[in-house]
Protein backbone atom coordinates (compact mmCIF):
# COMPACT_ATOMS: atom_id res chain seq x y z
CA UNK A 1 0.00 0.00 0.00
CA UNK A 2 0.80 3.68 -0.49
CA UNK A 3 3.38 4.97 2.26
CA UNK A 4 3.89 8.80 3.69
CA UNK A 5 4.24 11.02 0.95
CA UNK A 6 6.04 14.01 1.11
CA UNK A 7 6.50 17.02 -2.03
CA UNK A 8 8.33 18.02 -2.87
CA UNK A 9 11.55 15.80 -3.10
CA UNK A 10 13.77 18.26 -2.92
CA UNK A 11 12.91 22.17 -2.77
CA UNK A 12 15.84 24.84 -3.78
CA UNK A 13 14.95 28.38 -2.15
CA UNK A 14 16.72 32.02 -1.97
CA UNK A 15 17.06 33.32 1.39
CA UNK A 16 14.12 35.55 2.28
CA UNK A 17 11.97 33.82 0.09
CA UNK A 18 8.50 31.63 1.45
CA UNK A 19 8.31 27.83 0.89
CA UNK A 20 5.75 25.34 1.81
CA UNK A 21 6.30 21.54 2.23
CA UNK A 22 3.52 18.68 1.86
CA UNK A 23 2.94 15.71 3.40
CA UNK A 24 0.55 13.00 3.01
CA UNK A 25 0.15 10.51 5.39
CA UNK A 26 -0.82 6.68 5.57
CA UNK A 27 -4.72 6.59 4.85
CA UNK A 28 -6.60 6.26 8.11
CA UNK A 29 -3.72 7.31 10.07
CA UNK A 30 -4.61 9.94 12.97
CA UNK A 31 -1.45 11.31 13.78
CA UNK A 32 0.85 13.01 12.28
CA UNK A 33 4.95 14.64 12.82
CA UNK A 34 7.14 16.69 11.37
CA UNK A 35 10.71 16.16 12.00
CA UNK A 36 13.65 17.63 10.59
CA UNK A 37 17.15 16.15 9.88
CA UNK A 38 20.76 18.09 9.33
CA UNK A 39 23.65 16.57 7.47
CA UNK A 40 24.65 13.85 9.87
CA UNK A 41 22.26 14.53 12.77
CA UNK A 42 19.16 12.65 14.17
CA UNK A 43 16.21 14.18 13.16
CA UNK A 44 14.56 16.85 15.75
CA UNK A 45 11.18 16.71 16.75
CA UNK A 46 9.36 19.72 15.24
CA UNK A 47 5.41 19.40 15.26
CA UNK A 48 2.23 16.71 16.32
CA UNK A 49 -1.16 16.82 15.30
CA UNK A 50 -3.77 15.08 16.13
CA UNK A 51 -6.38 15.20 13.46
CA UNK A 52 -6.55 18.86 12.81
CA UNK A 53 -5.09 20.28 15.85
CA UNK A 54 -1.33 20.53 16.86
CA UNK A 55 -1.01 18.81 20.06
CA UNK A 56 2.40 19.59 20.57
CA UNK A 57 3.84 22.52 18.61
CA UNK A 58 7.14 22.75 21.25
CA UNK A 59 10.05 21.61 18.42
CA UNK A 60 8.78 24.44 15.97
CA UNK A 61 12.10 26.90 16.07
CA UNK A 62 10.77 30.32 16.00
CA UNK A 63 7.72 32.21 14.25
CA UNK A 64 8.94 31.90 11.21
CA UNK A 65 8.20 27.84 11.09
CA UNK A 66 4.09 26.83 11.23
CA UNK A 67 2.56 23.87 9.92
CA UNK A 68 -1.49 23.12 9.31
CA UNK A 69 -3.36 20.14 8.58
CA UNK A 70 -7.00 21.75 8.31
CA UNK A 71 -9.20 18.34 7.54
CA UNK A 72 -7.16 15.81 9.25
CA UNK A 73 -5.06 14.59 6.26
CA UNK A 74 -2.63 16.41 4.65
CA UNK A 75 -0.26 18.75 6.21
CA UNK A 76 1.78 21.95 5.29
CA UNK A 77 4.89 22.69 6.91
CA UNK A 78 5.54 26.79 5.98
CA UNK A 79 8.89 28.45 6.45
CA UNK A 80 8.43 32.19 6.15
CA UNK A 81 11.89 34.67 5.52
CA UNK A 82 13.79 31.29 5.16
CA UNK A 83 17.43 31.63 6.34
CA UNK A 84 20.46 29.19 5.00
CA UNK A 85 20.43 27.64 8.38
CA UNK A 86 16.87 26.21 7.33
CA UNK A 87 18.96 23.73 4.72
CA UNK A 88 17.82 20.16 6.33
CA UNK A 89 15.58 17.60 5.17
CA UNK A 90 12.24 18.13 6.49
CA UNK A 91 10.60 14.79 7.30
CA UNK A 92 6.63 13.75 7.91
CA UNK A 93 5.47 10.66 10.11
CA UNK A 94 2.53 9.14 10.53
CA UNK A 95 0.31 6.16 13.13
CA UNK A 96 -2.52 4.63 13.12
CA UNK A 97 -3.27 6.38 16.79
CA UNK A 98 -0.53 8.69 18.87
CA UNK A 99 0.30 6.09 21.33
CA UNK A 100 1.24 2.13 21.48
CA UNK A 101 1.46 1.95 17.33
CA UNK A 102 4.61 2.52 14.62
CA UNK A 103 5.39 5.44 13.18
CA UNK A 104 5.87 5.34 9.29
CA UNK A 105 8.33 8.33 7.87
CA UNK A 106 8.10 9.59 4.17
CA UNK A 107 11.32 9.90 2.23
CA UNK A 108 11.24 13.94 3.41
CA UNK A 109 11.71 16.61 1.65
CA UNK A 110 15.33 18.18 1.12
CA UNK A 111 15.24 21.72 1.59
CA UNK A 112 18.50 24.19 0.47
CA UNK A 113 18.35 27.51 1.13
CA UNK A 114 20.61 29.79 -0.95
CA UNK B 1 21.97 19.44 24.90
CA UNK B 2 22.25 15.90 23.38
CA UNK B 3 19.20 14.34 24.87
CA UNK B 4 20.07 10.90 24.00
CA UNK B 5 24.08 10.09 23.15
CA UNK B 6 25.24 7.54 20.92
CA UNK B 7 28.53 5.80 19.43
CA UNK B 8 30.26 4.74 17.98
CA UNK B 9 29.50 7.24 15.47
CA UNK B 10 31.01 4.62 12.66
CA UNK B 11 31.07 0.99 12.40
CA UNK B 12 32.88 -1.61 10.27
CA UNK B 13 31.84 -5.31 10.06
CA UNK B 14 32.79 -8.11 8.76
CA UNK B 15 30.08 -9.53 6.92
CA UNK B 16 28.34 -12.51 9.48
CA UNK B 17 30.14 -10.68 12.69
CA UNK B 18 28.27 -8.93 14.92
CA UNK B 19 27.30 -5.30 15.42
CA UNK B 20 26.87 -3.26 18.53
CA UNK B 21 25.59 -0.07 18.42
CA UNK B 22 25.61 1.75 22.57
CA UNK B 23 22.83 4.52 23.47
CA UNK B 24 22.65 6.28 26.80
CA UNK B 25 20.62 9.17 28.51
CA UNK B 26 19.38 11.04 30.93
CA UNK B 27 15.88 11.95 31.55
CA UNK B 28 14.37 9.35 33.78
CA UNK B 29 11.38 9.94 32.52
CA UNK B 30 11.78 8.46 28.80
CA UNK B 31 9.76 4.99 28.67
CA UNK B 32 10.02 3.92 24.93
CA UNK B 33 13.54 3.50 23.02
CA UNK B 34 13.00 2.77 19.71
CA UNK B 35 16.14 1.90 16.95
CA UNK B 36 15.54 3.10 13.32
CA UNK B 37 17.38 1.82 10.38
CA UNK B 38 17.93 5.00 7.88
CA UNK B 39 19.09 3.75 3.92
CA UNK B 40 20.24 7.13 2.15
CA UNK B 41 17.59 9.07 0.35
CA UNK B 42 15.03 7.28 2.48
CA UNK B 43 12.95 7.77 5.88
CA UNK B 44 13.96 6.33 9.17
CA UNK B 45 12.22 2.97 9.30
CA UNK B 46 11.21 1.20 12.72
CA UNK B 47 13.58 -1.80 13.44
CA UNK B 48 12.49 -2.73 17.33
CA UNK B 49 12.32 -0.60 20.25
CA UNK B 50 11.87 -1.72 24.27
CA UNK B 51 10.33 -0.27 26.78
CA UNK B 52 12.16 -0.22 30.68
CA UNK B 53 10.16 -2.56 32.51
CA UNK B 54 12.21 -5.33 30.16
CA UNK B 55 16.01 -5.92 30.15
CA UNK B 56 15.90 -7.40 26.69
CA UNK B 57 14.11 -7.99 23.32
CA UNK B 58 14.67 -9.82 20.61
CA UNK B 59 13.18 -9.98 16.89
CA UNK B 60 15.17 -12.14 14.53
CA UNK B 61 18.94 -10.92 14.23
CA UNK B 62 18.17 -8.08 16.05
CA UNK B 63 18.23 -7.72 19.80
CA UNK B 64 18.06 -4.75 22.26
CA UNK B 65 19.40 -4.71 25.66
CA UNK B 66 18.54 -2.47 28.26
CA UNK B 67 20.02 -1.38 32.01
CA UNK B 68 17.73 0.23 33.43
CA UNK B 69 20.16 1.68 36.28
CA UNK B 70 22.98 2.67 34.01
CA UNK B 71 20.48 4.61 31.89
CA UNK B 72 21.81 2.42 28.73
CA UNK B 73 20.47 0.60 25.97
CA UNK B 74 22.35 -1.30 23.08
CA UNK B 75 21.45 -2.69 19.93
CA UNK B 76 22.81 -6.06 18.99
CA UNK B 77 23.29 -7.15 14.91
CA UNK B 78 23.63 -10.79 15.30
CA UNK B 79 25.38 -12.26 11.64
CA UNK B 80 25.68 -9.08 10.49
CA UNK B 81 25.08 -9.15 6.35
CA UNK B 82 25.93 -6.25 4.05
CA UNK B 83 22.11 -5.06 3.71
CA UNK B 84 22.51 -4.72 6.91
CA UNK B 85 24.93 -1.54 6.14
CA UNK B 86 22.82 1.61 7.23
CA UNK B 87 22.85 4.36 9.56
CA UNK B 88 20.99 3.56 12.92
CA UNK B 89 19.45 5.38 15.15
CA UNK B 90 18.71 5.33 18.92
CA UNK B 91 16.00 6.93 20.04
CA UNK B 92 13.76 7.61 23.51
CA UNK B 93 10.68 9.50 23.94
CA UNK B 94 7.52 9.83 27.25
CA UNK B 95 5.43 8.05 25.16
CA UNK B 96 4.90 5.65 22.17
CA UNK B 97 4.32 6.50 18.54
CA UNK B 98 6.46 9.38 17.11
CA UNK B 99 5.56 12.13 19.68
CA UNK B 100 8.59 14.27 20.61
CA UNK B 101 11.59 11.69 20.17
CA UNK B 102 14.98 12.64 21.14
CA UNK B 103 16.77 10.62 18.51
CA UNK B 104 20.62 9.44 18.51
CA UNK B 105 23.28 11.84 16.16
CA UNK B 106 23.41 8.04 14.46
CA UNK B 107 25.77 4.92 13.48
CA UNK B 108 26.81 4.69 9.95
CA UNK B 109 27.48 0.51 9.75
CA UNK B 110 29.45 -1.04 7.01
CA UNK B 111 29.58 -4.50 6.72
CA UNK B 112 31.62 -5.63 4.33
CA UNK B 113 31.37 -9.28 2.57
Known amino acids: GAGVSQTPSNKVTEKGKYVELRCDPISGHTALYWYRQSLGQGPEFLIY????????DSGLPNDRFFAVRPEGSVSTLKIQRTERGDSAVYLC????????????FGQGTRLTVV | QQQVKQSPQSLIVQKGGISIINCAYE??????FPWYQQFPGKGPALLIAIRPDVSEKKEGRFTISFNKSAKQFSLHIMDSQPGDSATYFC????????????FGTGTRLTVIP
Open chain 2, 27 to 32: NTAFDY
Open chain 1, 49 to 56: FQGTGAAD
Open chain 2, 91 to 102: AASISSGANNLF
Open chain 1, 93 to 104: ASSLTRGGTEAF
